[in-house]
């Protein structure tokens, strides 16, 4: 039987995808063996993995849109800050 692959995107923006060999599909997510140099296995919930490069990709890419939304936000809310003292 073939091994069949996953593609974590947990931890795009900090490790990169990770390509990993998938052993078992469960109701919630899947269990897969962790490539050398990573210890063991891993749980993958819905959302965190995909079934190709290409689908992964695009996660990767939706989820650095979304965190760069996120720090223009906090940049906005930071520049816009006043500076209060306490006890004056």
């Known amino acids: ?34 490539p050398d140099g990573y210890n063991g296995r891993g749980y993958f919930s819905r959302g965190s993995y995909a079934l190709s490069m290409e689908e992964a990709l695009q996660m990767a890419e939706a989820m650095r849109a979304k ?8 940049i906005t809310k930071l520049e816009g800050l006043k500076i209060k003292v306490k006890g004056e």
């Open 67 to 74: 965190k760069l939304a996120s720090l223009r936000k906090q």
């Open 1 to 34: 039987m073939a091994t069949v692959f996953i593609y974590v995107t947990k931890y795009a923006l900090t490790q990169g995808i990770v390509k990993c060999a998938k052993l078992q599909t469960e109701s919630f997510g899947v269990t897969a063996e962790w």
